[in-house]
């Protein structure tokens, strides 16, 4: 079964940083492309970051980049999010989900962050 | 960056009645749309890709339509579970976009 398992969630003051990750398992991993999506209590889904699946192509929403950096090591199955200079309107739920042409079929359960002084 | 125009926002409906949510995206995206349901506090699910193909496992009454600009995902003789936030989203280029949902409530 494919899954998705995200982690490093927390509470982090404005300007802080913080990394999540992504366990992926039950398919092979470097063969898709991945990202992350955002959601931020009782908003709309919001795209953050995408990596192919060789790592050597990434896209960034313009609320984010400069700031967050995407990465995985096809090695250890596992996507990252590296997040700085974090700010309270980057609070929200991280999810990650595989996909390219046929939408995102498969999503974790989320990790929440939180930016708060 | 290509924006994603859902209609309408709020939906009030019944079991049996016939939904239809509206997708509108800034510029052409082809046929590079899902739709994706979600219930409150879980991950979305992806409904319908590439804006007609029914993800496996997912109902017959749910059909999506649509290319260029202007997409519908239809929901016939509407269940129980399938109330919901649905979302399009747009994967013709980066940044990937969203809709910005249709609650529908039964």
């Known amino acids: 079964d494919v899954k998705l398992v995200e982690s490093g969630g927390g509470l982090v003051h404005p300007g802080g940083s913080l990394r999540l990750s992504c366990a992926a398992s039950?398919?092979?991993?470097?063969?898709?492309?991945m990202h992350w999506v955002r959601q931020a209590p009782g908003k709309r889904l919001e795209y953050v970051s995408a990596?192919?699946?060789?790592?050597?192509?990434?896209y960034y929403a313009n609320s984010v980049k400069g700031r967050f950096i995407i990465s995985r090591d096809n090695a250890k199955n596992t996507l990252y999010l590296q997040m700085g200079s974090l700010r309270v309107e980057d609070t929200a739920l991280y999810y990650c989900?595989?996909?390219?042409?046929?939408?995102?079929?498969?999503w974790g359960q989320g990790t929440l962050v939180t930016v708060s002084s | 960056d290509i924006q994603m125009t859902q209609s309408p926002s709020t939906l009030s409906t019944s079991v049996g009645d016939r939904v239809t949510i509206t997708c509108r995206a800034s510029?052409?995206?082809?046929?590079?749309l899902a739709w994706y349901q979600q219930k409150p506090g879980k991950a979305p699910e992806l409904m319908i890709y590439?804006?007609?193909n029914l993800e496996n496992g997912v109902p017959s009454r749910f059909s999506g339509s649509g290319s260029g600009t202007e997409f519908t995902l239809t929901i016939n003789s509407l269940q129980p579970d399938d109330f919901g936030t649905y979302y399009c989203?747009?994967?013709?280029?980066?940044?990937?976009?969203f809709g910005g949902g249709t609650k529908v409530e039964i």
């Open positions: 989900a595989r996909g390219e042409y046929e939408g995102f079929d498969y």
């Open positions: 039950g398919f092979p991993f470097s063969s898709h492309a």
């Open positions: 990596i192919s699946g060789d790592g050597n192509s990434t």
């Open positions: 510029q052409n995206i082809s046929s590079w």
């Open positions: 590439k804006a007609s």
């Open positions: 989203q747009q994967y013709d280029s980066y940044p990937l976009t």
